[in-house]
């Protein structure tokens, strides 16, 4: 059981520097719309099978409507939030969203690809520079071969001969190969669904994070964040944001054990009925085999808490890096069974052909994918909506 005590939270001073952050945009912390109430909880002291520090001071970022007991908590009341002129914005839907952040792979691509389309006949020259422009949009060697199989058999079958038919083809061959990663994650049936986030520092995976609490409390969902990250400098702090954001709970500390972290958010949501437990986890090189065993002692813990939790078990992936992307789902896979995958980042890439890399050597479910900064922009993956983005 949780006790708590009451903790003023400090002001945020806002430093005049001249100089470039050195972060990355995506994994910037927010800034918070208003501060929430800060609470310190003493946990029990862990039981002796599971694998995680002895008793710890954890940290709990509680939003203003969260209900606590009478003689254990008094809210702290924000300063009020200064008003802020509204400017009217026109608002993009989520296919112009998509398309936008899709641009540079469909400069690349598309653009490339038009010039194919464009007339004459279909010939072994034309077949060579569809393999060029595939390879180059970072679909990677297998899934290069595949498409370019594919698209010779449907253009045999259907008597095809202008390279204008081709990008029916085309398209047609892509939505077969990646439309098994639309999977969309089912997150009913378990409570609280468990989700364990993992990937290298930088992918996005805090910020993934923070969008995703958005995302499901949109669906009338509670929710719970446990900031895992005790390693990486300031992760703490930017759940903390993101929580006070959202106005959901963050279960933290500083320093010390992840999994002690991640089980006492579990307890927490048990105890309070929250639907959604979104676990952070520290950045790790799959090279870095010591970390990579430290991350299975984080599963086996949730387990203990949860005996059947994590129910998802994601790892984010920057688009920026290409074909690394595949290297880092085998490594990661191998090491925790995946079941889902974030793509981050493809609005700052032209490699968002890595998709269809992944849907031919690791065929993991993509669940979501993030095209922008903007809270909304992580959402689903659809295969038909990011193959009409990249082709118009």
């Not at 927010?30 to 609470?39: D, G, I, K, R, Y």
């Not at 439309?179 to 378990?190: A, F, M």
């Not at 509670?222 to 990250?229: I, N, P």
Request: some cysteine.
């Amino acid at each position: 059981m949780f006790s708590f005590f009451k903790k003023k939270p400090k002001p945020v001073e806002t430093p005049q520097i001249e100089t470039p952050a050195l972060t990355t945009p995506a994994e910037e912390a927010p800034q918070a719309a208003a501060a929430s109430p800060v609470l310190e909880t003493a946990p029990e002291a862990l039981p002796a099978a599971v694998e995680t520090a002895p008793a710890i001071q954890h940290q709990a970022v509680e939003p203003q409507n969260t209900p606590a007991p009478a003689a254990a908590l008094e809210a702290i009341e924000p300063p009020p939030a200064a008003p802020v002129e509204a400017t009217p914005l026109k608002k993009l839907s989520w296919t112009e969203r998509l398309k936008a952040g899709l641009a540079k792979t469909r400069d690349k691509l598309g653009k490339q690809l038009a010039g194919l389309f464009g007339g004459g006949k279909i010939d072994e020259d034309l077949y060579e520079e569809l393999e060029t422009v595939l390879l180059t949009s970072d679909m990677g060697v297998d899934a290069t071969v595949h498409l370019l199989g594919d698209v010779r058999e449907r253009v045999s079958l259907k008597g095809l001969k202008d390279a204008s038919e081709l990008k029916g083809a085309l398209k047609d061959s892509l939505q077969d190969l990646i439309g098994p990663l639309e999977v969309p994650l089912n997150v009913e049936g378990k409570k609280p669904f468990v989700i364990m986030m993992t990937g290298v520092n930088g992918a996005g995976k805090t910020t993934s994070i923070g969008k995703l609490a958005k995302y499901y409390q949109s669906q009338g969902k509670s929710v719970l964040l446990a900031a895992g990250d005790t390693f990486r400098a300031a992760a703490r702090e930017q759940l903390i944001a993101w929580g006070e954001r959202n106005g959901v709970t963050v279960i933290a500390q500083q320093g010390g054990d992840s999994a002690a972290v991640c089980y006492d958010a579990i307890q927490a949501a048990i105890a309070r009925g929250i639907d959604i437990v979104l676990a952070d986890t520290a950045g790790r090189l799959p090279t870095q085999l010591h970390l990579m065993e430290e991350i299975k002692k984080v599963k086996r813990v949730i387990q203990k808490a949860l005996p059947d939790a994590p129910h998802e078990v994601v790892l984010v992936l920057d688009a920026n890096i290409g074909q690394n992307t595949v290297n880092q789902v085998k490594a990661f896979d191998d090491a925790l069974g995946l079941t889902g995958l974030i793509l981050t980042k493809l609005d700052g890439t032209a490699k968002g052909g890595v998709i269809a890399a992944i849907a031919k050597q690791r065929p993991i479910p993509l669940r979501f994918i993030g095209v922008g900064e903007s809270i909304d922009d992580l959402r689903p993956f659809s295969s038909r909506d990011y193959i009409d983005a990249l082709f118009e």
